[in-house]
């Protein structure tokens, strides 16, 4: 069977332990983290997890059947079949010798990012949007020496006011 | 409202949760709970392990149905309920722990007899709390025999810090739990039922396959009514023994690795397979691609996680059992199903001949023979005890020789296969169930894995009956090793083994032996008729195999008979 990305938006109890649970399944179970997200949403005692996960129907249907088993697990959603909005944040620290400045400027400015930090032969970039696009400006500074990358992997919202 | 401590308040919640019985063993960081102990009436039997503790609640839980408490220090005695934890996960047996932990201020410094039980047991409880606040502790025991007892049941672990035991603060009863994130199914959809209705109706050859969740949820009753309505034969897992009498005439004996025949064929050859409260566990499906091909499933089960997990059901339904079956009883009862007997015949024929072509035997020889025993135990106790076995081949043959006439009857280790379990599981039945004879059927190897429990049995007064069916190895891994190993016993032989008699006796129990197939009988009598702890040793035929086996990892239909 086909092995696809699903995104999993999980609201749980903001308590201490809570996503030692959710990462103990997945590795116990043998199921894949792409990426993983956690904060606070507008309720104190709870938090959203946004998840990035791979399988085949049938994993993916076992994985979001274990997760709500989990006693701190309030609601599971999988945001793949719905229309959704998806981000992630990339710093990243590219080389920018004075020759080179104007041009990874140029291709900061088109992926609408920002330089947050400038050294004497580097720029500390930030952008955000999804993770091709990411990838993409990736790929474009590696040419300058990119020297570290700090991504947060994907955090998602359904378009819909109410989640399914 | 008065200021009361932490220990006060664990016992005085457990009082509210009902519990009169704990087993457990004391230690530094539950001082102050056994000191508050020593003052109530609560009943604490004192094992001499931890295992000993958990295994008893566990045994406890199985035959009274209600949650077994087990109490335990920190450190090693908190690990060493690992074990049993898990094995009450895998059956899901519901179990409450309190473990105790060094002082909430010493978490995390390495302390003496401090180990982080909550982490360790994450993955193998139901769920499990670390107690950090003392005005939240009884809202969490509460909470903790909500979850134990309720939907798939499951152990259901509490870590007390010393100083919240010894900590004082207002008590005020909490209302009843509430969790915003934990709700069951219990009322099945009436459409999927609907569907079964049909599927019944238009079926040639059905099985009804039932499971632990069918004891779990006292479903007996519903499901022997729903065989009997339908006509429909049924096959069960080694959990689910005692769910359907095993003498009723449309009994097909237990399915599986070391299942009968008849069960086997039935369900590679059904057209319908109603599912109650099982897992499809790869020791019942064998090969799962070629399990139950031309069958449509019908999945009764309360936890959604077990429905097509490991194989694709037709009719998936959530639901408990007892409830489920009860209203597809109902459902039932308006339809016309036919002339039954006519319609069940040419599948009723068909399973007959299996039943001829192999049923489940042995040979006599000159050495006691294991299922003779059972079978003699079976006629002696006609059928009434509550066996308790080990994990091996006596565990099959206790499956295989015995019948069950209801659930609660057959206490085995089914899904993490402990050896050591019958014999403390067999204690904690008996304290459970004082009037009832109690038996537990081990091994020369899996007797060994508890015995110092001896002394609790016989401190305790609990007139439990070990029959240990010696055969000098680890009779199973050795089957193993004869079949598939060309014969090299590696370490599966016990060139020393205790004088059981005399360790009986040492522990001041009756110690009783058979050596000739002659002798079997008398001794189980005697055994039987003496009203305290006592060992009964059968020096049985080594290299007897259990059979029928179905090979690892092939079909269930690819038979080894005898």
């Known amino acids: 069977m086909k092995e696809e990305k699903h995104i999993l938006s999980i609201l749980v109890d903001n308590q201490p332990g809570v996503l030692s649970r959710i990462v103990g399944l997945f590795s116990g179970r043998g199921y894949n983290i792409d990426s993983l997200c956690v904060a606070e949403t507008t309720e104190p005692h709870v938090s959203r997890v946004t998840m990035v996960t791979e399988g085949d129907a049938p994993i993916l249907e076992q994985i979001k059947k274990q997760l709500n088993k989990l006693i701190n697990i309030i609601k599971v959603s999988d945001l793949t079949d719905q229309d959704t909005v998806v981000r992630e944040m990339v710093l990243v620290k590219v080389g920018a010798k004075a020759e080179h400045r104007a041009e990874i400027l140029r291709v900061t400015d088109i992926f609408r990012g920002s330089v947050v930090d400038v050294g004497q032969e580097h720029y500390t970039i930030m952008a955000t949007g999804n993770a091709e696009k990411m990838s993409a400006l990736l790929n474009l500074l590696k040419p300058y020496g990119i020297r570290e990358i700090a991504r947060t992997g994907s955090i998602a919202l359904a378009r819909d006011l109410k989640t399914k | 409202m008065s200021k009361m401590t932490g220990a006060q308040i664990l016992l005085r919640m457990l009082k509210e949760e009902g519990v009169d019985t704990i087993f457990g063993y004391p230690g530094g960081a539950v001082l102050d709970i056994y000191d508050e102990l020593y003052r109530s009436d609560m009943r604490h039997i004192l094992v001499r392990h931890e295992q000993g503790a958990i295994h008893a609640a566990d045994g406890y839980a199985r035959v009274t149905g209600k949650v077994g408490v087990c109490m335990v220090t920190s450190g090693p005695g908190a690990t060493n309920t690992v074990t049993g934890i898990a094995n009450a996960y895998m059956d899901s047996i519901p179990v409450v722990i309190f473990t105790g932990q060094v002082p909430t201020k010493l978490i995390g410094n390495d302390a003496f007899q401090e180990v982080d039980i909550v982490g360790i ?47 004082t603060t207002t008590f005020k009863l909490p209302d009843e739990p509430e969790l915003r994130s934990y709700n069951p199914t219990y009322v099945p959809n009436r459409r999927q039922l609907t569907k079964i209705v049909d599927l019944i109706k238009a079926a040639k050859k059905p099985i009804i396959f039932s499971g632990g969740g069918v004891n779990l949820s006292k479903a007996h009753r519903e499901l022997t009514a729903l065989a009997q309505k339908t006509k429909i034969p049924v096959t069960s897992t080694l959990m689910g023994l005692g769910g359907f009498p095993g003498t009723d005439p449309l009994w097909l004996g237990m399915i599986g690795m070391h299942g009968t025949y008849r069960a086997n064929m039935s369900v590679s050859e059904c057209d319908l397979m109603i599912a109650v409260g099982v897992r499809f566990d790869d020791r019942v499906t064998g090969k799962i691609d070629e399990f139950a091909v031309n069958a449509k499933i019908v999945q009764i089960d309360i936890d959604p996680t ?57 040979k006599q020889s000159e050495r006691i023979k294991p299922q003779y025993v059972i079978e003699k135990l079976f006629e002696l106790t006609r059928g009434e005890a509550v066996i308790t076995t080990e994990v091996g081949q006596n565990q099959m043959w206790a499956a295989q020789y015995y019948h069950y006439p209801e659930p609660g009857r057959f206490i085995s280790s089914g899904g993490l296969g402990t050896m050591g379990f019958g014999f403390p599981a067999a204690i904690g039945a008996q304290v459970g169930m004082p009037d009832k004879t109690v038996v ?19 401190q305790y007064k609990l007139p439990v009956k070990i029959v240990i069916l010696n055969n000098g190895c680890l009779g199973m891994v050795r089957q193993w090793q004869e079949l598939f190993y060309d014969r090299r016993y590696s370490s599966t032989q016990f060139v020393h083994l205790p004088d059981f008699v005399k360790l009986a006796e040492a522990y001041g129990a009756v110690g009783l032996r058979a050596t000739k197939p002659e002798e079997v009988e008398a001794i189980l009598k005697q055994g039987l008729e003496t009203p305290n702890t006592v060992i009964m040793e059968f020096v049985v035929e080594p290299e007897e195999c259990v059979y029928p086996m179905v090979p690892a990892g092939a079909p269930i239909t690819n038979m080894l008979l005898v």
Request: with cysteine; proline share 5%.
């Open chain 2, 440 to 458: 537990d059927i081990a091994g020369d190897g899996s007797i060994q894995m508890n015995i110092q429990e001896m002394a609790t049995a016989v």
């Open chain 2, 306 to 362: 077990s429905i097509q997990k490991n194989i694709q059901v037709a009719v998936p339904v959530v639901g408990d059992c007892k409830i489920t079956l009860e209203i597809l009883n109902q459902m039932l009862e308006n339809e016309d199903l036919g002339d039954l007997d006519e319609i069940r015949k040419p599948w009723r024929d068909q399973i007959d001949a299996w039943r001829k072509t192999a049923r489940l035997s042995y």
């Open chain 2, 121 to 167: 047991t994450r993955p193998c409880t139901k769920h499990n709390y670390l107690v950090k606040d003392i005005k939240k502790l009884a809202q969490i025991i509460r909470e903790a025999f909500h979850i134990a007892r309720s939907g798939r049941p499951g152990p259901v672990l509490i870590d007390i810090p010393k100083d919240i035991s010894n900590g």
